[in-house]
């Protein structure tokens, strides 16, 4: 039996250099709407239906060399029981880099972050305890 269930996705985490062309994209092209900006680490939150594309400015240029555009993916699970979790992802040999709680497409809620075997961050947030803004 499955320690927990994916729900969806629930955000997209990308690396930006220009902060007006990606909105302008994003906002001005695919229709996004503005959700919440953190201006202290560059990140912008965008609505995207029931998921949020999230945008982190890198500055002017490219990502450095060898860094990936997309930062991390995070997947909505139910139900978040952080020790259950953490003995069913320790058993698979998978370790949680990072705990705590954070604002997803859902609103404040838990989260672990893992990678899987090629590298690449992973997010799993549970349901928010906090609702999302309304749009």
Same mark, same amino acid.
């Given at each position: ?8 996705? !629930? ?104 990678? !899987?075997? !090629? ?17």
């Amino acid at each position: 039996m499955a320690a927990f269930q994916v729900k969806g996705l !629930d955000h997209v985490v990308l690396r930006i250099a220009d902060r007006e062309r990606a909105l302008a994209f994003y906002i001005g092209i695919l229709g996004l709407g503005i959700e919440k900006e953190v201006a202290s680490i560059g990140l912008i939150q965008l609505r995207a239906g029931a998921s949020l594309v999230d945008l982190v400015e890198i500055g002017a240029g490219p990502a450095p060399s060898g860094a990936p555009n997309m930062d991390h993916f995070c997947l909505a699970i139910t139900p978040f029981d952080e020790t259950a979790l953490r003995a069913h992802l320790c058993g698979h040999g998978v370790e949680v880099i990072e705990s705590g709680s954070r604002y997803g497409a859902e609103g404040e809620g838990p989260s672990l972050y893992v990678r !899987d075997p !090629d590298g690449n961050t992973l997010e799993l947030k549970g349901p928010a305890s906090a609702p999302a803004r309304p749009a």
